[in-house]
């Protein structure tokens, strides 16, 4: 074996070890293996580890905007980060799918902005949530079943945010606004009979800016760099994701494509592509003022 080959698979080896290693919260620092993933106070204190504040906008600074709903499939595979893990069993408490990581911060109270539309009218909280995601049914011999939507059964997220100009800036920026874990009906879970189960409704919906700080606490598996995971809050900000949108802003009561583009898919994907292509033109239309 060449020199080269051998110093490869020495530094791979020290790679593989060290990222390891620091996978794992306070891994270094722990006298007792039940302190291995666990931060002191101090440590927590001196990281100060938030999410990065968004900038006061001025409505006068905004030239244009527009409202848009756009759908992540989890069936892409971009979008998989968003997905996994479904299994907590094998993986440390610090990784959990997004539905998971949404649901811990209810349950804990830090996500407390939830609703049942996507326009915020109808404030819901943990009850309601348990209502759509959980049925307990007699099996009509005495027991009960419990049918539950868990990480599997969600197909995906939808979005709601706003694209705008900011003329202060001088760019073209996105701002998310909420979101909603899409699933199944739970009442048509194990029901053979029921023709349902394809179709998907909105769980739950989430106004961002309030979920952001507990979303920054959940991590996702960096591929490149275990030592440096990724926040929900920094993938989801950053756009780091395939959607397609599925409405717009619109006169005739934000109607959905579906609904004016009706039986043809490829017109619906042509359609959503140029309601995309129109906002990123906003942005060389004001440079042209």
Do not use: C
Not at 251 to 274: H, M, T
């Amino acid at each position: 074996m060449s020199m080269n080959w051998k110093r490869f698979y020495l530094v791979a080896l020290t790679l593989v070890s060290t990222s390891y290693a620091s996978a794992q919260a306070n891994l270094l620092n722990a006298k007792k293996v039940s302190e291995i993933g666990f931060k002191s106070e101090a440590q927590i204190a001196s990281e100060d580890d938030k999410p990065l504040p968004y900038g006061n906008i001025s409505d006068r600074d905004v030239l244009w905007s527009k409202v848009v709903w756009e759908y992540v499939d989890l069936n892409q595979k971009i979008n998989l980060p968003y997905y996994y893990p479904i299994d907590t069993t094998n993986t440390g408490n610090n990784r959990r799918s997004l539905y998971d990581s949404l649901l811990k911060g209810i349950r804990d109270g830090e996500i407390k902005e939830i609703y049942d539309d996507s326009y915020f009218t109808t404030k819901i909280g943990m009850d309601e949530i348990k209502e759509k995601t959980l049925d307990n049914r007699d099996d009509g011999y005495g027991n009960t079943d419990t049918y539950e939507i868990k990480s599997e059964q969600v197909k995906g997220y939808m979005l709601k945010g706003i694209w705008y100009f900011d003329k202060r800036q001088g760019e073209l920026k996105y701002r998310l606004l909420g979101l909603a874990p899409m699933g199944p009906d739970v009442q048509v879970l194990g029901r053979e009979e029921i023709d349902d189960g394809d179709s998907i409704y909105a769980l739950f919906w989430v106004f961002y800016p309030d979920a952001r700080e507990s979303l920054h606490k959940s991590k996702v598996f960096n591929a490149l760099n275990s030592a440096r995971p990724i926040s929900y809050d920094n993938l989801l900000n950053a756009r780091r994701f395939d959607a397609i949108i599925q409405k717009e802003e619109n006169l005739y009561g934000d109607r959905s494509i579906k609904d004016y583009v009706r039986g043809n898919s490829l017109f619906q994907l042509l359609e959503a592509n140029r309601i995309k292509e129109g906002i990123r033109d906003r942005e060389m239309d004001m440079w042209n003022y």
